[in-house]
């Protein structure tokens, strides 16, 4: 885990956030700029899974079943959101997207929170 | 072009509105997924240690399952049936909310609604609020 790429991600899930808000006030379902931030998003999420798998070790995190389920579950959540928002013909569509964003930049942290509880 | 990059204009939301019923949906179905993958996780790997918090971890987890599903399918049963979860969830929010700032040593692990929900931003506090708001809204229109 990286406290960098978490920053990055955190602020890709921000722009995203604030993209899904504006397409509901401006009365728009979601377009390529969603589909483009939650593609990058879910590009970084994908580089946090391998950089941090690949940096376990023995009580590295100490809660493993924990950080092993946030750390790939939080892949589905920008899938999940883009597929709902793009079914969504009302102007909600964007704020389903931001909510899914939102979700990934509070889960990062509490990963990053995981990671540095150490067992020794 | 700027339809494409932007979103089309959207639809008019039709009568008895189905998009914020979405996003409620979409919150609860994250909230089933958060608490019942850390109910699995207690159950699975520490059960001895807080039987208690962890039953009542699963058993938040049941009920934010019925809820999604429930207002996932919509229709009178399933407004009924999401109702029904929903004013569970609250009294559970408040009652364990309560007990777990009384009397701490009885709850000696986190569980989705300690604290009213602190561990997650208290969401789980403003979730049910939000779904009751929308259920009784919609029955009125």
Redesign the interface.
Known sequence: MSLALVVAITAVAALVVLAGLA?TV?????????LAGAGLLEALLVVQAVLAFARMGDGTPA?T??FL?YLF?VLL?PV??VL?AQA?????????LA??AA?VG?MVWRLLQLWETTGA | MRDRGLGRPAEAAAPGSTGPARVLVLLYGIFALAAGARAGVQLATRFQEAPLAYLLSAFAAAVYVVATVALARGGRGGRRTALAAILVELAGVLVIGTLSLADPAAFPDETVWSGYGRGYGYVPLVLPVLGLLLLTRRRGA
């Open positions: 397409s401006a009365r728009r379902r979601t377009g390529l700029v969603h809660d079943p924990t389920g579950g959540i999940a959101g709902w969504e013909r009302t102007r909600w569509a964007g704020t389903v909510v899914a979700a509070v």
